[in-house]
């Protein structure tokens, strides 16, 4: 079974601080491992997927196969960052489940 | 650029009846999913489907049924609606490049249906 899990609904923190959002999942085969965001009013979209190893806005996410995790994270948070953010996986027969979601707050 | 489009932003229905959101995307991915969307609860996948006349049971599938005849469509019906199917519902298509090994992968998403059940 896939499965994913973000541990925390609501994230706040100071503008210039530093922002981890925690993902974990369940997966017995090779997972493919995306962080998706949804600004307020706007459609939910890709940040960054992590067989890219990219960094997006900032932010970057590192795949730990022994943790099963793929925490989200940034030195310097800004206002703009605010947002719900989804931690997702795509495993076998093409199916793509998402976690829970975090509401990132950042105050100024 | 990629359209996903749902054909309602907000309905409002009735107990019992029959409720058909329709989604349309314009990029000929094989792949298309429906979500609902609910606080606390994140995205939970009702179906999804991966080629023309084929469907996959999500997590969450009682209730739902769906119909994808051309490849562009893909809609999401509830049967008898009943109030706890009141939520957002979010329609995605998906394209999974062979050619790269998957490494641009990415979903679109519609701007979601906000369905209210009285």
């Known amino acids: 079974a896939q499965r994913v899990t973000q541990p925390e609904k609501l994230l706040s923190v100071f503008k210039g601080a530093p922002v981890e959002l925690k993902c974990n999942y369940s997966?017995?085969?090779?997972?493919?491992l995306f962080w998706y965001v949804q600004y307020s009013r706007q459609r939910l979209q890709l940040l960054l997927r992590?067989?890219s190893r990219e960094s997006i806005k900032g932010f970057t996410a590192d795949l730990n196969k022994g943790e099963t995790s793929f925490h989200l994270k940034k030195p310097f948070a800004q206002e703009e960052d605010s947002a719900m953010y989804y931690c997702a996986l795509r495993g076998g027969a093409q199916k793509l489940v998402f976690g829970q979601g975090t509401r990132l707050t950042i105050n100024p | 650029d990629v359209k996903v489009t749902q054909s309602s932003r907000y309905l409002v229905k009735r107990t019992g009846e029959k409720v058909f959101l329709e989604c349309v995307q314009d990029m000929d991915h094989e792949n298309m999913f429906w979500y609902r969307q609910d606080p606390g609860l994140g995205l939970r996948l009702i179906y999804f489907?991966?080629?023309?006349?084929?469907?996959e049971k999500g997590d969450i599938p009682e209730g739902y049924s769906v119909s994808r005849e051309k490849k562009e469509r893909f809609s999401l019906i509830l049967e008898s609606a009943s109030t706890n199917q009141t939520s957002m519902y979010l329609c995605?298509?998906?394209?999974?490049?062979?050619?790269?090994?998957?490494?641009?992968?990415?979903?679109?998403f519609g701007q979601g249906t906000r369905l209210t059940v009285v």
């Open positions: 489907s991966y080629d023309v006349k084929m469907k």
């Open positions: 995605a298509s998906f394209f999974w490049p062979v050619r790269t090994g998957g490494r641009n992968t990415e979903a679109f």
């Open positions: 992590h067989i």
């Open positions: 997966y017995s085969g090779s997972p493919e």
